[in-house]
């Protein structure tokens, strides 16, 4: 039987000849009762007991191996990824919907926490803090060892090394640690704090060094590094927010000569979402990329510091320039200058579909993508009828093509704001009016939009929740030749049917720029209607996101 069990177990040596001596020597120990000598034995043959103490060799080996890493540090981050793509599965897929309900146990959870809490903890010996017992008139100093790694411990834009920047005080002239990065190994360590006073690096002193000085002995050392600090006054730990954004513009560390240290900035492109993990720094906040297994955050520029940077571009340009002057002309407050965005995620609600606005220049065929989706489906598709002062021509039916009314009814309710979008043509006023809007998304339908850019701002409430898709030309040759070969009729000539010009094609390039330049700081979605099959099929592809997937709006949107 005992063979039995060691072959089909991780039999742990050690154990093995502990329960062989027991035995041996089992009429040796008097006080030992057969009851008692049973339960010792079947402890020392347990499963659990072998597989734990093979557990802790593997661990102690590769600790003394400086080999023992965790894979990752937030899995529960994963776990919360993993019920989030699985939301919009659970009615089609019994496996699905037993994972997702898997997922959701409080002991599988609670590994997934316990997990991440020891994966973040740091497993190397460190020295406690010296001395013990000091004179009060003897300033306080520890002793802290990290592992070298390739996380940054830099400053002067230097190379960096153990997750921390450091700095030369400007009042004292000593080396202190300026920042702790989130995630790296002096945070994760919890001995280094901002503000600590570095006064040796493995037994060199730093005294009247640069902080480059202090790189290169850094850079010069080989696995554990040894620090003797003077911890400063304030030793409160980082707490990191859970505030994500969206970007509305791209960065590049290393192209940034004013970063505090290049190798510990964090690039990103414009429309990632970030999770902006601290902002103590009034200029410098620490962040991750969602989503992004690595633990340990870079800097980026704060909104304020992007602000200011922003304003001081527009101050540069060129006076007379033609198309910045242009665009000064427009009806578009100047004072928004977009940088982040804060964002949550917001879940689909069933019976409740997010209005869609098709955002683009007037001839990029953003009603032909609207015409055609509403014929797939006109039960579920709708779009709200617009109002208007003129009379009715013949045939026309009230509440069909348009609401008839007033000139001075229409006025009224334009200076009351009932309307989200308004414009006058050949004498008449033409709007929509926002509880037409709203009628159709209460009524359980999708409504579909396709306003004048202006009205952006109308429409992007936290009542309605719009998808904003910019419809985009595509460079001129493809835009004239697919429009051609369509024979398309210009948008731009209400009295004659005829194709487009030269110039209306580069009327709707032009406007589209003049767009992007304005409001692509709102738009959720861009597709590129050159060909106009492929802009439907991304079109319907949108429109099924939206309604399946939990999406990144602003976050006053969820609370």
């Not at 009932?418 to 009628?439: A, P």
């Amino acid at each position: 039987m005992t063979a039995v069990v060691m072959e089909n177990v991780n039999w742990n040596p050690a154990l093995s000849t502990l329960l062989n001596s027991l035995e041996e020597n089992k009429t040796e120990i008097p006080s030992c009762t057969d009851e008692e000598f049973g339960f010792l034995s079947e402890l020392l043959r347990s499963k659990e007991l072998n597989a734990l103490v093979n557990v802790h060799k593997k661990i102690q080996s590769n600790v003394e191996d400086d080999k023992f890493f965790p894979v990752l540090s937030n899995s529960m981050d994963i776990d919360v990824e993993i019920l989030d793509m699985l939301a919009s599965k659970t009615h089609g897929s019994e496996l699905c919907r037993e994972l997702f309900h898997l997922l959701q146990k409080p002991h599988i959870q609670g590994l997934l926490c316990t997990h991440d809490a020891v994966a973040q903890k740091d497993y190397y010996p460190r020295l406690s803090e010296i001395p013990l017992e000091v004179d009060e008139d003897e300033e306080t100093v520890k002793i802290v060892q990290l592992v070298k790694s390739d996380e940054p411990l830099g400053g002067d834009g230097v190379e960096p090394i153990v997750g921390a920047t450091i700095k030369t005080c400007e009042i004292t002239g000593k080396i202190v640690i300026a920042r702790i990065m989130h995630g790296g190994a002096a945070d994760r360590s919890g001995l280094i704090h901002v503000g600590d006073e570095v006064c040796e690096v493995n037994n060199i002193s730093v005294e009247g060094k640069t902080p480059n000085d202090v790189l290169k002995i850094l850079q010069n050392s080989e696995g554990t590094i040894t620090f003797k600090i003077i911890p400063a006054d304030s030793k409160g730990g980082i707490r990191e927010s859970k505030v994500r954004v969206r970007a509305h513009f791209s960065y590049k560390a290393a192209d940034d000569p004013y970063i505090p240290c290049k190798e510990a900035g964090l690039d990103f492109n414009k429309g990632d979402v970030l999770h902006i993990v601290s902002q103590d720094d009034a200029y410098w906040w620490q962040a991750r990329r969602e989503g992004d297994r690595n633990m340990r955050a870079g800097l980026i520029p704060s909104r304020a510091l992007q602000e200011r940077r922003i304003i001081l571009e527009r101050q540069q340009k060129d006076k007379t320039d033609d198309e910045e002057d242009d665009l000064k002309n427009d009806d578009f407050d100047r004072e928004e200058i977009p940088t982040y965005e804060e964002v949550a995620k917001l879940y689909p609600r069933p019976g409740l579909y997010r209005p869609v606005v098709l955002i683009g220049p007037p001839g990029v065929g953003r009603n032909e993508l609207k015409r055609r989706l509403m014929a797939t489906d006109p039960d579920k598709y709708k779009t709200p009828v617009p109002y208007t002062s003129r009379p009715p021509r013949p045939g026309e039916v009230d509440g069909k093509e348009y609401y008839f009314v007033t000139r001075e009814q229409m006025e009224q309710d334009i200076e009351s704001g009932k309307f989200i979008e308004y414009g006058e043509y050949k004498g008449n006023l033409y709007g929509t009016n926002g509880e037409s809007v709203s009628s159709l998304i209460n009524a359980g339908f999708v409504c579909l939009l396709s306003p004048h850019y202006q009205a952006l701002k109308m429409l992007r409430t936290p009542q309605s929740k719009p998808y904003v898709i910019y419809i985009k030309p595509p460079r001129f040759e493809i835009l004239k030749e697919t429009r051609n070969e369509a024979r398309a009729r210009s948008t731009f000539d209400e009295l004659n049917s005829r194709g487009f010009t030269d110039d209306e094609f580069n009327e709707i390039i032009h406007s589209a720029a003049r767009i992007e330049f304005l409001y692509s700081h709102l738009f959720d979605e861009v597709i590129v209607n050159g060909d106009l099959a492929i802009a439907f099929e991304q079109l319907v592809t949108a429109i099924h996101r939206v309604e399946s997937e939990p999406l990144w709006v602003p976050a006053s949107w969820v609370q």
